[in-house]
């Protein structure tokens, strides 16, 4: 059996993506079959279409992408389970993370991180969850150990993780502020964003806050301490540096001045689980979070939609029906 699935066999620009007929994967042992309703373009899938930073390559390939899939959020239905599994049966609604989500059908292993999906939320809004929620979430409440009544501020607060960020920033009770273009001002406040700078007007460095999530880095070390008060929390989480290391030059100099300062500069790697997706789900079950869609396109436009994306003016995600 076949289906239809995006595969890109060299690195370079949007173009070089291709929707295929390839081999429809089967529930193995432990497994859970997905039919895919929709999946969602993240940052993560960018930098494996270009192969940038470089250091990316040392595991996706140093010439070519060892493998050709793309997109890792989903949303669907299960299709079938394998021997052994227990926590979902055919007809479920889930959602979650797999490599190879732009395509008909994913295969997850039962423990891996996948979830029921939000009873009311659509395919599309679910799918525009996963990654961008968990890292909003494990950002502020693992690392930056959000309280009520610190100040917070989002650098890209209309964005994907930024979007998610100023929702659960604000039911932790800080009292969050947002930086995003004027156009998108309105929709930050509407999320709970009690302060919105616009970065063309505003110098956000001249305010002081308890915890920075930078979603842009586009002010230097210096600059984003500045901000921050004496024992105040930055999390760098993007950021330039060239085609070679990436953010990873600047997060190195953080975490080496770290220990000679009484500012903190946690650096994490989102990890995607079960348990974590759960959580998520119950917040967007009751209302405390929702999901931000700029646009969708069909599975045979993700060329379009990863063009689109690259150009980091969306406001909240990117989403593709399948």
């Known amino acids: ?86 926590r979902f049966r055919p007809g479920d609604e889930v959602y979650g993370c797999h490599a190879g989500a732009f395509a008909e059908y994913v295969t997850v292993p039962e423990g891996g991180p996948i979830a029921r999906k939000p009873a009311d939320l659509t395919f599309e809004q679910a799918a525009a969850v996963p990654t961008s929620a968990l890292t909003a979430l494990q950002a502020l409440r693992d690392k930056a150990r959000v309280k009520a009544g610190q100040k917070v501020l989002v650098n890209g607060a209309s964005g994907g993780i930024g979007t998610f960020a100023v929702q659960l920033a604000r039911s932790y009770g800080a009292e969050v502020t947002g930086v995003c273009g004027s156009g998108n001002a309105e929709l930050v406040r509407s999320l709970g964003a009690g302060h919105v700078i616009d970065y063309a007007k505003e110098d956000f460095t001249r305010g002081r806050y308890d915890v920075i999530l930078d979603n842009v880095g586009n002010r230097s070390v210096a600059d984003c301490r500045r901000a921050l008060t004496p024992g105040g929390t930055l999390i760098p989480n993007s950021g330039s540096g060239g085609r070679w290391v990436g953010p990873m030059g600047r997060i190195i100099r953080l975490k080496a001045m770290e220990r000679f300062v009484g500012q903190r500069f946690p650096n994490f790697v989102t990890r995607e689980n079960a348990d974590d997706l759960a959580t998520l789900a119950a917040l967007l079950e009751d209302g405390t979070l929702r999901p931000v869609i700029d646009r969708v396109h069909p599975l045979s436009e993700v060329p379009e939609a990863m063009a689109y994306a690259e150009r980091r003016h969306a406001k909240g995600k990117v989403v593709i029906i399948i």
């Open 1 to 86: 059996m076949t289906m239809k699935a995006i595969r890109y066999h060299a690195y370079g620009p949007p173009d070089v993506i291709e929707l295929q007929d390839v081999g429809r994967p089967e529930a193995g042992d432990g497994d859970v079959l997905v039919r895919v309703r929709a999946a969602c373009v993240n940052p993560g899938d960018l930098h494996l279409l270009r192969g940038s930073p470089y250091i990316l390559r040392a595991v996706s390939g140093l010439t070519r992408p060892k493998s050709p899939m793309l997109g890792n959020d989903f949303a669907g239905e299960v299709e079938a389970v394998g021997k052994g599994v227990t």
